[in-house]
């Protein structure tokens, strides 16, 4: 089994940063394909991005050039840097790991943008 707790989630301005973090327990995640979903009040859970075992990398078009997820293998967590950040951002960010037919999820972390 494999637990996920996100972080880093807050209130920030429009045009404002923010880094959110997934650390995992019960298993080491090198080998587990792991990616970033949101889901905001009232729609669909959607995917933001994801990254391979071997650190590729794909994003959905609207984040593509303003965030950015990566991992830290050693510290068994995943990282997703969100900059440029925009109202339609607002939303519970959920973390997400795959390996094989298995797939784990984060409780999910409230980012809200707004002034």
């Known amino acids: 089994q494999v637990q996920l707790v996100e972080s880093g989630g807050g209130l920030v301005q429009p045009g404002g940063s923010l880094r959110l973090s997934c650390g995992a327990s019960?298993?080491?995640?090198?080998?587990?394909?792991m990616g970033w979903y949101r889901q905001a009040p009232g729609k669909q859970r959607e995917w933001v991005a994801h990254?391979?075992?071997?650190?590729?990398?794909l994003y959905a078009d609207s984040v593509k050039g303003r965030f950015t997820i990566s991992r830290d293998n050693a510290k068994n967590t995943m990282y997703l840097q969100m900059n440029s950040l925009k109202p339609e951002d607002t939303a519970v960010y959920y973390c997400?790991?795959?390996?094989?037919?298995?797939?784990?999820w984060g409780q999910g972390t409230q980012v809200t943008v707004s002034s």
């Open positions: 990254i391979t075992s071997g650190g590729n990398t």
């Open positions: 019960g298993s080491t995640l090198s080998l587990y394909t």
């Open positions: 997400r790991s795959s390996w094989r037919q298995y797939e784990y």
